[in-house]
């Protein structure tokens, strides 16, 4: 069995023969690979080939594949069974550690995924303001629910019309678009919706047009306009969180944020999500408040095994400089990009994350993302592939690095940087 065989088996069972978009390398011109297992900062397909990841599952896997003390939780916890759709106390235990790393979850709602962490945080907003309109950047995704599904109006200024068939204008209508980096197109939205906007959603770090970096005094701005107009600022930290920082973000920035969605890592590579924030805003969530939301399988017991296992992890890491050593791997690479590459990239890195962008001018929002070559970007991804080196098929995507990335993984993708250096 190879990953073309699989690939025309699959096309025959799903849409596009894959289960998210992305997966199917379409963007860089090739059929996708096939993954029959991983270990460390590893991964190999089904065609017997190894490769160095700088996908790590999108995010989750900052300990590396397979994790020995992780895989033995989630070992001990099948052993009980799957799924009661009942509490349990890993529940409240995962929901301890997440309060411990992140001191402005004071309270705390477990859910199964990215989307649904941002979807109910909104919800909560809108619950306890009472207000309907909401501002998002664009570039930056926030999951699959219909109200975020939006691209920029007129001047990405405006109410945004839907940017997926099937959402219905209305789901998009209070919906206002800005631009990332740009306090102005925040500022007359806030003037043109005065007492309406119910909150403001952001990236700390956007990381879904590529990796973009707040400038200074950003954060700290939409933690202010919010708070003048009586509107939350909820930080999506679905890729930053337990990443950047033990916090996330906003121990990184230093910016407390009303509400917070995780996701990817809370679960040690497991579904699982959570969001939450202030106490007075969470106990708008039913049974305590008015705003509904549930799921069966929220904080299921294999999951939150997962999760535990791997924030005690995190937490115990941190004690030794987890954190400094995955900012010294980021930087040693990135700068092996820039020095390789030269004036044909613009590198964007921030502890564990890093983009290349293929562009001579600053990457700092939508529009000079936009701007890379991906053609460019395409040649360069299957030349690495080619070396053995694993990148996420897309130029507007995050290399992810773990903490067991060695320095010989390091030095092996700068080599192999030098060596497809000249395609472009």
Not at 197 to 213: D, Q, T, W
Not at 233 to 260: K, N
Not at 283 to 293: C, E, I, L
Not at 381 to 389: R, T, Y
Request: charged fraction near 20%.
């Amino acid at each position: 069995m190879n990953s073309d065989i699989l690939y025309e088996r699959s096309k025959k069972l799903m849409p596009g023969g894959v289960n998210s978009p992305v997966r199917a390398f379409g963007s860089v011109g090739r059929n996708p690979l096939f993954i029959d297992h991983a270990k460390g900062s590893k991964i190999y397909d089904v065609d017997g080939n190894e490769y160095i990841d700088y996908v790590c599952s999108w995010g989750p896997m900052i300990l590396g594949h397979g994790d020995d003390r992780v895989i033995g939780a989630v070992q001990d916890a099948c052993e009980n069974g799957l799924s009661f759709g009942a509490p349990t106390e890993k529940e409240a235990i995962l929901a301890e550690l997440i309060k411990q790393c992140v001191p402005s979850m004071e309270r705390i709602r477990l859910v199964n995924s990215g989307t649904e962490a941002v979807m109910s945080a909104i919800r909560v907003a809108r619950g306890y303001t009472g207000r309907d309109k909401i501002v998002k950047f664009r570039g930056c995704y926030h999951g699959h629910s219909d109200g975020l599904l939006v691209k920029a109006g007129s001047g990405a200024l405006t109410q945004s019309v839907p940017d997926s068939a099937g959402v219905p204008l209305d789901y998009t209508k209070n919906t206002l678009v800005a631009e990332y980096n740009d306090r102005d197109s925040v500022s007359r939205l806030f003037e043109e919706n005065k007492g309406e906007i119910a909150c403001v959603i952001v990236e700390p770090v956007a990381a879904n047009m590529g990796v973009v970096l707040p400038e200074e005094g950003f954060l700290e701005f939409l933690r202010s306009i919010t708070t003048d107009n009586g509107a939350l600022l909820i930080f999506d930290e679905v890729i930053t969180g337990f990443r950047l920082s033990l916090g996330g973000a906003q121990e990184y920035y230093g910016i407390v944020p009303d509400l917070s969605t995780f996701g990817k890592i809370v679960g040690g590579g497991l579904p699982l999500a959570v969001y939450g924030g202030r106490k007075d805003i969470m106990d708008m969530v039913a049974p305590v408040g008015a705003v509904y939301q549930a799921g069966t399988l929220s904080g299921n017991p294999i999951a939150t095994a997962a999760g535990i296992a791997t924030l005690r992890i995190l937490i115990e890491e941190n004690e030794r400089g987890l954190y400094d050593e995955l900012e010294k791997k980021g930087s040693i690479l990135a700068d092996g990009f820039r020095k390789s590459m030269g004036d044909y990239v613009w590198v964007n890195q921030i502890g564990s994350l890093l983009s290349v962008f293929f562009t001579k001018e600053p990457v700092r929002d939508y529009e000079s993302a936009i701007s890379a070559d991906t053609k460019i970007y395409a040649r360069y991804f299957n030349a690495m592939l080619e070396k053995g080196i694993y990148l996420a098929p897309s130029q507007f995507e995050a290399m992810f690095i773990s903490a067991i990335h060695s320095e010989y993984d390091i030095k092996a993708t700068i080599d192999a940087i030098l060596l497809t250096g000249k395609i472009w």
